[in-house]
């Protein structure tokens, strides 16, 4: 979520040491380091974490301002990532008066950019939600897995508002405030149009009970982003521990309540229903 200033770069360490002592994977926004490659120290958080997944982030649209196979290789290695994942939001750069709108021929260079890089390459949304369509073009173009992002979360064409000094965007934006493919819906259609590939779904997971549920419709991981920022931003970083510690009691319980002993039969249960149903 965030980077580039020394109170940032404690929100990364703090959630990365979080993450190590939960085994939960962590992901970094890291755009800014393309621009302001003096901060890239806030990046730097795998000290932090031997031990999980590091997912280094960028724009999807920044391969259409110049970004390519070097610069990705680049922020990987800062971040000592195992993972780069590409972001989609047009509908975030669109409300900003300077956003980057030239999406065209995405798919192209995604798809180049997954054959130049030895590391997996994932895309996701940002709140808007991915389709089953769009699902199944991005893993036709060599993409490793897809976060849905869905919408039930942070409203960004929102935030935009609030930043904006266009007046006509500032009232465009109120048309918007429902836009998007809810999370649920964006899982069950990217997992009934790409069976077998890996599906995360993120947007408006708040609880381990909204995680159980996510997995239960065909993701293979829950990712949590909002809801976690009260405690990321608190100094006290056992806060964040907690935090993470909590959300996993919460998918624990919901599982024990359901009668269900292991992720796996979790990620089946959905599928063993509609066998039963006929
Ligand atoms: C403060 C903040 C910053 C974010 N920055 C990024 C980003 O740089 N790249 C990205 O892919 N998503 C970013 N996101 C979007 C999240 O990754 C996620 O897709 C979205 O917030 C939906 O999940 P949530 O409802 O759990 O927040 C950001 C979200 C928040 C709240």
Not at 60 to 70: F, I, S, T, Y
Request: proline residues 3%.
């Amino acid at each position: 979520m965030t980077g580039g200033t020394r109170e940032t770069g404690e929100i990364n360490k703090r959630m990365t040491i979080a993450a190590q002592e939960c085994g939960w994977a962590m992901a970094l926004a890291m755009r800014v380091v393309l621009e302001h490659p003096e901060i890239q120290h806030t990046f730097q958080v795998r000290r932090y974490a031997p031990d999980i997944p590091i997912i280094a982030n960028i724009g999807a649209v920044q391969l259409n301002k110049g970004v390519g196979a070097d610069d990705c290789r680049r922020l990987v290695e800062i971040a000592e990532a195992d993972v780069l994942v590409l972001y989609l939001n047009a509908m975030q750069e669109v409300f900003q008066p300077e956003g980057d709108v030239d999406f065209r021929g995405l798919s192209s260079k995604i798809e180049k950019l997954c054959r130049q890089l030895s590391i997996p390459v994932g895309v996701k949304e940002v709140g808007w939600g991915i389709n089953g369509v769009l699902a199944k073009i991005l893993f036709d173009c060599g993409v490793q897995f897809v976060d849905v992002a869905g919408a039930g979360g942070i409203l960004w064409s929102q935030v935009e508002k609030h930043q904006t000094g266009h007046p006509l965007l500032k009232k465009a934006v109120q048309a918007f405030t429902d836009w998007g493919i809810p999370t649920a819906e964006c899982i069950l259609e990217a997992k009934s149009m790409a069976k077998a590939r890996t599906i995360l779904a993120s947007g408006g997971l708040k609880t381990g009970v909204d995680a159980a549920k996510a997995i239960a419709l065909g993701a293979d991981l829950a990712g949590l982003v909002r809801s976690l920022l009260p405690a990321a931003i608190d100094p006290d970083s056992e806060k964040m521990v907690k935090r993470l510690e909590l959300v996993m009691l919460e998918m624990k319980i919901a599982m024990f309540g359901a009668g269900i002993t292991s992720v796996s039969d979790l990620k089946e249960s959905n599928r063993l229903v509609y066998e039963a149903s006929g």
